[in-house]
């Protein structure tokens, strides 16, 4: 069976566009959800996490495929 492609969240979203603008996955973070009471260390390890979810892993693709073009 062909696997439903999911489209992220409004959140994950403005996360994909904030990494290819900045580069940096914890500055992204910072954009796109509230920190305000996170430290930086926790900031950097959910980025991370957020980085390796199947579908920003695919959102960014898509991203980076239509620069390349």
Do not use: D
């Not at 994950?12 to 914890?26: I, P, Q």
């Not at 500055?27 to 991370?48: C, D, F, G, L, W």
């Amino acid at each position: 069976m062909a696997e439903k492609k999911r489209k992220p969240t409004i959140k994950r979203e403005k996360f994909c566009l904030a990494v290819l603008k900045h580069g940096n996955a914890s500055q992204a973070y910072r954009e796109a959800y509230n920190t305000e009471k996170m430290k930086p260390a926790s900031m950097h390890r959910v980025s991370q996490e957020l980085m390796a979810h199947p579908t920003v892993m695919a959102r960014l693709a898509e991203l980076r495929a239509g620069v390349v073009e």
